[in-house]
């Protein structure tokens, strides 16, 4: 029985990878902390690939990662969501922003703007109407502070102006941006719960004006511990972390359950990935991962 036919609130979370190469351990770790949480409250977890940006993409990526999820057991409900199948839905959402006076075309050149600071100053603020020249849209930001409750992180509060200024949505590539593609899917998928690495929360803000700007529910937020090298630095597909295996799903899990400092019992150490999972869904407790911010990738 699911959550609205119980008459309950939907519960619904999600994982969202980018298929720039195969699964590492650090996106694994999200991906398995939102399961757990969406499954330990009776919901559904969906999973959409962030495939917008075609230059970093892999075509082969996105299969890689399906296929590693569903040895692992972390089985996701309803079709898989591809966020280059939606681009209409993102254009219309810039339209509306637009109709509504909030976007500017933006021309400034890297250069410019490396000069600038991370806070744009508003150089292209002005600017009414699109020029010659490949422009990237931004969005107006105002001295509003944006406030939200992150489940573990407790109260951030930002004002955009001071943290990074009027941002873009539309690249200049004419790639839509992430900050204004993953509001429009929390919409579209139905998402109550974003459970994702603490290296997303300064982001959850300017997510949130545009949900205001567009008028679209907020989600609850949960950013969770990153998993960082033996430098301290956090495993990516930048720092070549190495790829999931699909041998010992159950072990993998298991590890990861560790690292989430959920204390999986010892015996289940060389059991199947269902019995890790069996176990992990009733037992899992958020609070046990309150006030850490890195967990290190050394297997223990
Ligand atoms: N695709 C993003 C990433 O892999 C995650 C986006 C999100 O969870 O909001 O870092």
């Not at 499954?39 to 959409?48: D, E, K, N, P």
């Not at 139905?190 to 205001?212: C, E, F, K, N």
Request: glycine content about 4%; overall charge neutral.
């Amino acid at each position: 029985m699911n959550a609205s036919e119980t008459g309950k609130q939907p519960y619904i979370g999600r994982f969202a990878p980018s298929p720039t190469g195969p699964l590492h351990l650090g996106s694994l770790y999200t991906a398995l902390a939102s399961f757990l949480d969406a499954r330990h409250h009776h919901g559904q977890w969906r999973l959409r690939i962030d495939d917008l940006d075609r230059f970093r993409i892999l075509p082969e990526a996105s299969d890689q990662i399906l296929f590693i999820l569903d040895k692992l057991g972390l089985y996701w409900d309803g079709p898989v969501y591809y966020q280059s199948q939606h681009i209409a839905d993102y254009d219309a959402a810039i339209d509306r922003l637009y109709q509504n006076g909030m976007l500017y075309p933006c021309s400034c050149s890297r250069k410019k703007l490396a000069q600038s600071g991370s806070v744009y100053p508003g150089f292209c603020r002005k600017n009414t109407h699109t020029s010659q020249q490949p422009y990237a849209l931004r969005i107006k930001t105002d001295a509003q502070p944006i406030h939200f409750i992150d489940r573990l992180q407790g109260k951030i509060q930002q004002c955009l102006p001071q943290t990074t200024g009027d941002f873009i949505v539309k690249r200049k590539d004419n790639i839509i941006a992430y900050q204004l593609a993953v509001v429009i899917d929390e919409q579209q998928q139905h998402i109550t719960q974003v459970v994702r690495g603490l290296d997303l929360l300064d982001s959850t803000t300017r997510q949130l004006y545009i949900q205001q700007q567009l008028d679209l529910a907020q989600p609850e937020y949960m950013h969770i511990p990153l998993i960082v090298d033996s430098h301290g630095i956090k495993l990516s597909k930048q720092t070549q972390a190495e790829a999931v295996s699909a041998h010992n799903p159950g072990q993998t899990l298991w590890h990861l359950l560790q690292k989430l400092n959920q204390h999986p019992p010892s015996e289940l150490k060389h059991a199947s990935a269902q019995d890790v999972l069996d176990w992990a869904i009733p037992h899992w407790q958020v609070d046990k991962l309150k006030k850490i911010r890195a967990i290190s990738n050394q297997i223990d």
